[in-house]
C-alpha cells in the first residue's frame, strides 16, 4: 500500500482546505486517517474512517471543523478543513492501519505529508 496525500497551502484563519489522500494497494480492509504534526511538536492523531466508511472519529481540537470520508472505488480518503486557526498549521499525513483502534494506535502503512499553513 502506497498512499500520496496533496491538497495542502497557505491559508488564512477562517478559511477552508480540503486534503486529499490516493492510496495504492487494495485499502478496503483498512481503517484510513489522518494525523498531523507541528514544527517541534510529536505526531498527533486527527481523524479516522472506518472501512465501510460508516463509522468517523475526530480528535477534540478539529471535531466540528474538519470532516473526514472516503471512496473505496476510487481508494481516496478526505479531509474538509473548515474554520482553520493558525494552531492547525502542521504537515498532514495520511495513514493506514489494520487495528481496529478508532485513533490508529497502530499505523501500518504512512504517506508523505502536506504542508498546511494557516496564517492569523
Known amino acids: 500500500v502506497q498512499l500520496q496525500a496533496s491538497g495542502g497551502g497557505l491559508v488564512q484563519a477562517g478559511d477552508s482546505l480540503r486534503l486529499s489522500c490516493a492510496a495504492s494497494g487494495r485499502t478496503l480492509s483498512y481503517l484510513m486517517g489522518w494525523f498531523r504534526q507541528a514544527l517541534g511538536k510529536e505526531r498527533e492523531f486527527v481523524a479516522s474512517i472506518s472501512r465501510g466508511a460508516i463509522n468517523t472519529y475526530y480528535a477534540d481540537s478539529v471535531k466540528g471543523r474538519f470532516t473526514i470520508s472516503r471512496d473505496n472505488a476510487k481508494n481516496t480518503v478526505d479531509l474538509q478543513m473548515n474554520n482553520l486557526k493558525p494552531e492547525d498549521t502542521a504537515v498532514y499525513y495520511c495513514?493506514?492501519?489494520?487495528?481496529?483502534?478508532?485513533?490508529?494506535?497502530?499505523?501500518?502503512?504512512w504517506g508523505m505529508g502536506t504542508l498546511v499553513t494557516v496564517s492569523s
Open positions: 495513514a493506514a492501519s489494520q487495528t481496529p483502534s478508532v485513533t490508529m494506535s497502530h499505523v501500518h502503512y
